[in-house]
Structures are given as C-alpha cells and as structure tokens.
C-alpha cells in the first residue's frame, strides 16, 4: 500500500536527547517539507479625500468636486435609467456616487437623464471622482458612529 507508515524510531535516553520521530511511507519519498512564507505587511490606511475650506472634495487627480444632495426623485430617476442593470449592486453604487458629483473644477456634471448623458457623467467624474466621493461618505459615516460611541459614554 502506498499509504502504509514504515517503522518509527523508538528511543529510551532522556526526553531533551530524544531524536525526532519521522515517519515516512513505505517505497514512497518523505513528505515535502513547509514552504516558510514572508509575512504580509499591513495594508496602508486608505487616505481620506481633502475638504476645502469651502466645502470642495479634492480626489487623487486633485480635481475639485462639488457634490449634491440626491433627492428622492432623483434616486427614482437613475433607477428608471439604469433598467435592467439595477439587479447589478456594483453598477448601481458606482451610479449614484458619480450622480453626487455635481460640478468638477467648476465645470457642471449634469444630471443625467437619458443613456449619452450617463456615459457623459461617468467619463467626467471616472473611477478618481467616484473614489473619492465613496471614501468621503465613509468617512462621514465613521464620523458619525464615533460621535455617537462618544456621546453614549
């Protein structure tokens, strides 16, 4: 049998002068041993997006975005244009934090309201723009758990 353990080495001297034990199957080559790992650094933090004075998100590009306030109109807009594609979790987030972007360097993003705007909207505020509106939501909201943890105590 390929399995089969062959004989192990007995030793009756003191525990400290005791040989290893290795067992090793019969007609077969030893066991390969582990291969050592270096150790995974930790991941940087994330860096925050900047604020301006004036309320400004600067993203990684150091573009300068201005956001809005979706209302509830808007929210049923963009699922009106997004169709089918609302079953997709990822597609719809990346749509509604580039539909946040209101301006970029104080060039309009406008709303969109039909398919060539949506492209539109998505090219003006690209993965930089979305990112960054994304980490500065996040943001808020650790903020906001903080402040509440703080305010609980």
């Not at 353990?5 to 390969?32: C, D, K, L, N």
């Amino acid at each position: 049998m390929s399995d089969a353990i062959g004989p192990t080495i007995a030793y009756a001297g003191p525990a400290a002068e005791a040989p290893a034990v290795v067992q090793q199957p019969i007609g077969g080559t030893p066991e390969p041993e582990p291969i050592a790992v270096a150790p995974v650094a930790p991941e940087a933090p994330t860096p925050r997006p900047k604020i301006t004075p004036d309320g400004l998100l600067i993203d990684e590009k150091g573009r300068r975005l201005r956001l809005r306030e979706l209302s509830y109109l808007d929210e049923l807009d963009l699922l009106e244009l997004a169709g089918a594609r609302t079953e997709n979790g990822s597609w719809m987030v990346q749509l509604v934090l580039a539909a946040r972007v209101a301006e970029i360097d104080g060039a309009k993003v406008p709303f969109p309201r039909n398919g060539v705007q949506l492209r539109s909207m998505f090219q003006m505020v690209d993965r930089s723009g979305v990112r960054a509106v994304r980490e500065h939501l996040e943001s808020q909201i650790d903020n906001a758990d903080s402040d509440e943890a703080i305010a609980k105590n």
